[in-house]
């Protein structure tokens, strides 16, 4: 098992929490324009409420070097705390360009884990996979309408939709348990088959709240054995569950109903945290 | 016609050129360490033989920051020469997040184009597209061993490899004109297929020299009625042609070398510039 997963079940353990707080700074949506500053009081606010952050690049990319610099400081932010850093970036490319990715997820940001796109074939993970101590989470069903167009459509001579046959290849290339999946909330048929498919992999599962999965049939469909191994996404519910200048406090509150959520269909599945 | 394929034609006929060069800075290869200042010379040493430059992404981020800021001094640096930018970024995210990502690459970093990933959907493409003006050029068959894991896999009901179904969505996605289509040159039989099934998207096609594509197989597969409309690229082969002080000279040599080889093949297709 992989020192990310070790770490996962422990920071799981320590909060009696499977909720992962998405920090995906949106100006708009903000009640103040100091990204590090906003990030560093919501990881505060909530950190002991969480297994892990997940700052999505795209959010700070889009505000160009000074935004750059804003997740360099959240990451921070978070190891302050001992929390663990998902980095959203859906990276993907071929080997030589993959190794410069990888990199950059695992040594540049100094991130735990990092998803990864798999369209372009197994080659283009090997580089991330090497980073043994890391995690590299794979789509595979995601939460988004879209996810229909190309990962549902069935692959002829398996007969299976594009999302197991994916599973599948990541289930045969983890041989060092380093990997784990990406599926949405908003398809729990979908999550169920990848779990029975991978029965031991972490999951990130974002879309509930603002895309609308079910929390519930998430938790039922996605964890393994013992009640672990997912992680359920959540960002704008959270981070933006005030706009005033409680915001910090707002999102707290909101941390603690998801993960109340959480435990409660966890004690209805007969788990519990010990 | 978007004024991206525009300025892209237009751009091929200044210069009588479809070599587009690669501006992937690796450390261990270069002849110094300043990236900014290697870039700068490369592209003052081939800009006039050039339909276009595409930095990736990959290699300045596994700078960290400084990598970053690198890249934001190498598209001024091309865009002071009046050069496109294709900033070959593979990026794909659910709708929100992608609105993000469209920012980051037409606003933040100002490209002419982008590169871009299929495997979540088409909503994920969206964002990119309402940018009318820019180019977002669509993973389907890349050039790597892995491209077969799954780009190649039959799908669906209509039993075309998953790069067809891309290509063929892409053409209904296509109403503003300004989406474009990246095939490896290591695959000419597929770039040919997309060729037919996308008859005047601009194709970007990366994967001569270092990896073994076909110079000549992918001029004759890939141009559209006209001999225009594909951007080869070729980084390794041009930008590290000398490791000594002769690099940006040497990378000149090698440029030129592949644009008459390029021009050599569209004169016996039977295509002159004019």
């Keep these: 098992m992989s020192l990310f997963i070790e770490r996962l079940d422990a920071a799981a353990r320590r909060n009696q929490s499977l909720l992962c707080v998405g920090l995906d700074p949106w100006l708009p949506s903000m009640p103040m324009f100091d990204i590090p500053a906003f990030n560093r009081a919501i990881i505060d606010a909530t950190h002991d409420l969480v297994c892990a952050f997940k700052p999505n690049y795209a959010f700070y990319e889009a505000e160009g070097l000074s935004g750059l610099l804003a997740l360099e400081a959240t990451i921070k932010a978070i190891k302050d705390k001992g929390g663990l850093v998902i980095l959203d970036a859906k990276r993907g490319d071929i080997g030589s360009t993959a190794t410069a990715y990888a990199k950059a997820a695992f040594e540049a940001w100094d991130a735990d884990a990092v998803t990864v796109n798999p369209y372009m074939g197994g080659d283009t993970l090997e580089p991330f996979l090497a980073y043994e101590d890391r995690g590299t989470l794979v789509l595979t069903r995601t939460s988004n309408p879209g996810g229909k167009d190309f990962e549902e459509l069935n692959v002829g001579t398996e007969g299976r939709p594009l999302y197991e046959v994916v599973t599948k290849r990541a289930q045969e290339w983890n041989t060092a348990s380093n990997i784990g999946l990406v ?80 435990n409660a269909e966890l004690g209805r599945l007969g788990h519990q945290w010990q």
Tied chains: 1, 2.
Excluded: F, H
């Excluded at 029965?199 to 049939?217: S, T, W």
């Excluded at 910090?248 to 509150?253: F, G, P, S, V």
């Design 183 to 262: 599926v949405g909330a908003t398809a729990p048929s979908e999550l169920k088959r990848v779990r029975e498919l991978a029965p031991d992999m972490p999951i990130l599962i974002p879309g509930i709240g603002a895309q609308g999965g079910d929390l519930e049939a998430s938790v039922r469909s996605g964890v393994n054995a013992e009640g672990l191994r997912v992680m359920i996404s959540a960002s704008r519910g959270i981070i933006y569950a005030s706009k005033d200048a409680d915001y910090a406090e707002a999102a707290r509150k909101a941390a603690a109903a998801i993960r109340e959520g959480i």
